[in-house]
């Protein structure tokens, strides 16, 4: 059975940092496209970050740029979000995804894996 578990959210104050990290397990994921979302009530989930399989290529969506880095250990079949400079707009429940393809994908029904989320809420 394939998991995808989050962790690290929490509360944190604007301008502060979060690390999440997302652990798949059932299956390895080193040969698949990997990525972000979050979401908020009564809004669609929205694409955050994705990363290749083999690291070289990463996207981002454009209110993250600057701030937000996504990575992966393919010996550990994890991915990390490391979130610097917070805003409360970044407030959000976040999950990770994974895909079958190789390809990096920006929209959600790209994704075959998801995770149950991890709360992120930014103060002001």
């Known amino acids: 059975q394939v998991q995808l578990v989050e962790s690290g959210g929490g509360l944190v104050q604007a301008g502060g940092s979060l690390r999440l990290s997302c652990a798949a397990s059932?299956?390895?994921?080193?040969?698949?496209?990997m990525g972000w979302f979050r979401q908020t009530p009564g809004k669609e989930r929205e694409f955050v970050a994705a990363?290749?399989?083999?690291?070289?290529?990463?996207y981002a969506v454009d209110s993250v740029k600057g701030r937000f880095t996504v990575s992966r250990d393919n010996m550990k079949n994890t991915m990390y979000l490391q979130m610097e400079s917070l805003k409360p707009e970044d407030t959000a429940v976040y999950y990770c995804?994974?895909?079958?393809?190789?390809?990096?994908?920006?929209?959600?029904?790209?994704?075959?894996?998801w995770g149950q989320g991890t709360q992120v809420t930014v103060s002001s």
């Open positions: 995804a994974a895909r079958k393809s190789a390809r990096l994908g920006l929209r959600s029904y790209e994704y075959d894996y």
């Open positions: 059932g299956r390895t994921f080193s040969d698949n496209a």
């Open positions: 990363i290749s399989w083999d690291f070289e290529r990463t």
